[in-house]
């Protein structure tokens, strides 16, 4: 088998959510972790879908997907989520973890696991829960690392 070129330039773009209510994920993402909507939202009628898509400073977009019907899948423990094929959870790099869990925590999130430092045993992790219970993992690495 030929060994194939790495495609290039290529960086992450965003994560899609399925959320209960745009709105409430509106304000978490946007009134508790800082960003701001990129476009206004979108309808994807023949689905029955509302979208939004979110921005913040360092470029990273969330997309948010409405849609009745949905139903939630709800991992728990960011373990658990490595039994089901798929995903179950983003990171956001962040400068202090501490600060950070304490004030998404303060605003609402649900704590899943305080800060603590990773496996590698450099790097501090810590993960909350958003409105609909999907895993947000805050990751703060060494300086070094970055």
Not at 87 to 93: P, R
Not at 101 to 115: C, Q
């Amino acid at each position: 088998m030929n060994e194939l070129a790495p495609i290039e330039p290529m960086r992450f773009d965003h994560v899609g959510l399925s959320v209960v209510s745009l709105e409430v994920s509106r304000r978490f993402y946007g009134d508790v972790l800082g960003f701001r909507t990129l476009e206004d939202s979108f309808v994807l009628p023949a689905h029955d879908i509302k979208g939004l898509i979110l921005l913040n400073a360092q470029g990273v977009r969330i997309e948010l997907f409405e849609r009745k019907g949905s139903t939630p899948g709800r991992v728990g423990h960011p373990t658990d989520g490595a039994l089901t094929h798929g995903y179950f959870q983003f990171a956001l790099s962040v400068a202090d973890i501490n600060a950070t869990f304490a004030r998404v925590v303060a605003a609402g999130a649900t704590p899943v696991l305080s800060p603590r430092v990773a496996p590698d045993g450099r790097a501090l992790f810590a993960f909350i829960a958003d409105p609909d219970g999907n895993l947000v993992e805050f990751l703060q690495r060494p300086a070094s690392a970055s």
